[in-house]
């Protein structure tokens, strides 16, 4: 007999099968993923897991318990090999197949790689994406010790703020003209720019990585773009990530930097849906992949209820994200694309500020650092779809909640 089948066992797989029990409770339900975990929380991997602050236990979504009491079969450490969507089965790599009625990609992202004409394949350079990843990260994590950050996103600053804290010797390089150039504005990049020089952090922007060289196949060394070197210990690589299609698109569904998905998260085959990372759907007029957390949780609910019903409940995105670094926790509301205009509003202490995104005079999105009154005022000012006035913005004395 057929069930409903997801392959990936992160968040996505989670709360899709979470909600698919409230609406089923009867349908054969099986997650299929390919690390030996059941599934847990990403976002403390580089952070509190890594420094010994949170235990694997706290990292799980559920416990093992959950699943087998909601009859929920758990495949772990298996990996799909291909989707035969005319006689919906997947195939796994010991040659078993599964028959579908439907099926949910919630397959996430991996890492982006620098190639082994850059690392040598010496050891001492992590990827910090999985738990394994961030097993063998935290066993380096030691005071005094040369930590080389190549990225500087979101996910390179946060390992940057990790090393530092532990008494490491921090460089942090980024090959475009300053951190955070991709995903925020010139002001927030300056203000993570002080408050990570303000803790021993050196950056080092404009310049990239060209290549790492070592001794006995450990890292010892960066040279980077302009000849330099930096001699290092350890180097930790966060230049992104990039969606996990191949299934997909080996199965002539519809991809385009993401497995495109309609309102109701169903894919180009209306009984195959996707959700998180790996999921591009509409947002704004534009294809848009959300890579957060809370996308992946809500998009994840709408595809099991249309899955578990039939039904086309649409998926009406409300971006937010956050990212922890020092005792510094930055929340963003909304999406800064094609803002034209930035509103610095001064916080209640040198480590607090919130920046307002403008389009055309309409507040588009928010970066709040230790801002949590204000972050929370101008989502759900974003989230209604009204605005307030760049002045209103920037002056500390207006109370924003009265402008609701």
């Known amino acids: 007999m057929s069930g409903v089948i997801v392959i990936g066992a992160g968040q996505a797989a989670a709360s899709f099968a979470a909600k698919f029990r409230g609406f089923d409770a009867e349908t054969e339900l099986t997650i299929i993923g390919e690390e030996p975990a059941i599934p847990y929380q990403r976002p403390p991997l580089s952070k509190k897991y890594a420094t010994g602050e949170m235990a694997l236990e706290q990292l799980y979504l559920r416990p093992q318990k959950w699943y087998d009491d909601q009859n929920i079969t758990l495949r772990t450490d298996t990996k799909v090999t291909s989707v035969d969507r005319a006689n919906k089965t997947v195939t796994l790599a010991d040659g078993a197949q599964l028959p579908y009625s439907k099926l949910m990609f919630a397959t996430g992202s991996e890492v982006r790689k620098l190639p082994p004409a850059v690392t040598h394949d010496l050891s001492g350079i992590f990827y910090v994406r999985t738990l394994a990843d961030a097993d063998a990260f935290g066993e380096t994590l030691a005071q005094g010790k040369r930590v080389l950050i190549v990225g500087g996103g979101y996910i390179g600053l946060e390992a940057a703020a990790v090393c530092a804290q532990k008494g490491m010797q921090v460089t942090l390089v980024e090959a475009s003209e300053r951190i955070l150039q991709r995903v925020a504005c010139k002001e927030t990049s300056d203000w993570f720019r002080n408050l990570h020089s303000s803790e021993g952090v050196e950056i080092k922007e404009g310049i990239g990585l060209s290549h790492f060289e070592g001794e006995n196949g450990q890292v010892t060394k960066a040279v980077l773009a302009d000849g330099s070197d930096i001699e290092v210990d350890v180097a930790v690589i966060g230049i992104g990530i990039l969606p996990r299609v191949e ?158």
């Open 247 to 404: 299934l997909a698109e080996a199965c002539g569904l519809n991809v385009d930097n993401g497995i495109v998905v309609d309102a109701s998260a169903r894919t180009s085959d209306p009984d195959i849906f996707a959700a998180g990372d790996c999921a591009v759907a509409v947002y704004e007029d534009q294809p848009t992949r959300l890579e957060s957390v809370p996308n992946a949780i809500d998009q994840a609910n709408i595809a099991a209820e249309n899955a578990a019903t039939g039904g086309d409940k649409p998926y009406l995105a409300k971006p937010w994200f956050w990212s922890d670094q020092f005792d510094v926790k930055l929340q963003i509301a909304g999406l800064n694309r094609g803002y034209d205009a930035v509103v610095v509003r001064p916080g209640d202490t040198d480590r607090s500020a919130s920046h307002f995104y403008y389009k055309d005079g309409q507040l588009k999105a928010i970066d709040a650092m230790n801002a949590p009154r204000v972050y929370m005022v101008g989502k759900r000012i974003i989230e209604a779809g009204k605005t307030i006035t760049p002045e209103q913005a920037a002056d500390p004395d207006v109370d924003l909640k009265s402008l609701m």
